[in-house]
Antibody, heavy 121, light 110 residues
Framework: QVQLQESGPGLVKPSQTLSLTCSVS??????????WNWIRQPAGKGLEWIGR???????DYNPSLKSRVSISVDTSKNQFSLKLSSMTAADTAVYYC?????????????WGQGTMVTVSS | QTVVTQEPSFSVSPGGTVTLTCGLT?????????PSWYQQTPGQTPRTLIY???TRSSGVPDRFSGSILGNKAALTITGAQADDESDYYCVLYLGSGIYVFGTGTKVTVL
């Protein structure tokens, strides 16, 4: 059974960089079939796609976040990571990692439980 | 910036039918946007209902169906049940590896 688990700090100070990791178990992150995504959701609001990475290291980012976002993959640890710089209160949200089947399907079939990140001094 | 619009809320009677839509502020949604639909109940992670316009995800009841209606993607719930009361999000592929989620629709069953 494939599982994704987010980890990282729950509290980040304004202007700092958020670093989150998604650990994948039950499957190889190097599989050619999947893209690995980050999605977030502020409390009481909708979902926002942040970006994704393929095992090759190819990345795609939300244009509105592109200047602040970096997603990387560590195949040796079966993990992928998110860095979001210049954090503000508007970045306070639950951050999810999710597996996408294929390159263009919109099928995010497995999600992590999500990790709450609060931006506050 | 592309905005994907959904109705803020819908109410449906048990056993009734409701159609949610997913549109673009400029342009029409077609199958080339690979519209997908997700269901989310409070405190839970989203669940895939439909992907690539009209393909039901594994285990999803056939009362959920996806389509293109006019210039929008649509999710129809036929024979609504109490546990269909949730938030529903569409997501569109804009090309060049970019996805965007819709604003979400809150469905009440009463």
């Amino acid at each position: 059974q494939v599982q994704l688990q987010e980890s990282g700090p729950g509290l980040v100070k304004p202007s700092q960089t958020l670093s989150l990791t998604c650990s994948v178990s039950g499957d190889s992150i190097s599989s050619a079939s999947y893209f690995w995504n980050w999605i977030r959701q502020p409390a009481g609001k909708g979902l926002e796609w942040i970006g994704r990475i393929y095992t090759s290291g190819r990345t795609d980012y939300n244009p509105s976040l592109k200047s602040r976002v970096s997603i990387s993959v560590d195949t040796s640890k079966n993990q992928f990571s998110l860095k979001l710089s210049s954090m503000t209160a508007a970045d306070t949200a639950v951050y999810y990692c999710a597996r996408e089947i294929g390159a263009v399907t919109g099928l995010f079939d497995i999600w992590g439980q999500g990790t709450m990140v609060t931006v506050s001094s | 910036q592309t905005v994907v619009t959904q109705e803020p809320s819908f109410s449906v009677s048990p056993g009734g039918t409701v159609t949610l839509t997913c549109g673009l502020t400029s342009g029409s949604v077609s199958t080339t946007y690979y519209p997908s639909w997700y269901q989310q109940t409070p405190g839970q992670t989203p669940r895939t209902l439909i992907y690539s316009t009209n393909t039901r995800s594994s285990g999803v009841p056939d009362r959920f169906s996806g389509s293109i209606l006019g210039n929008k993607a649509a999710l129809t719930i036929t024979g609504a049940q109490a546990d269909d009361e949730s938030d529903y999000y569409c997501v569109l592929y804009l090309g060049s590896g970019i996805y965007v989620f819709g604003t979400g629709t809150k469905v009440t069953v009463l």
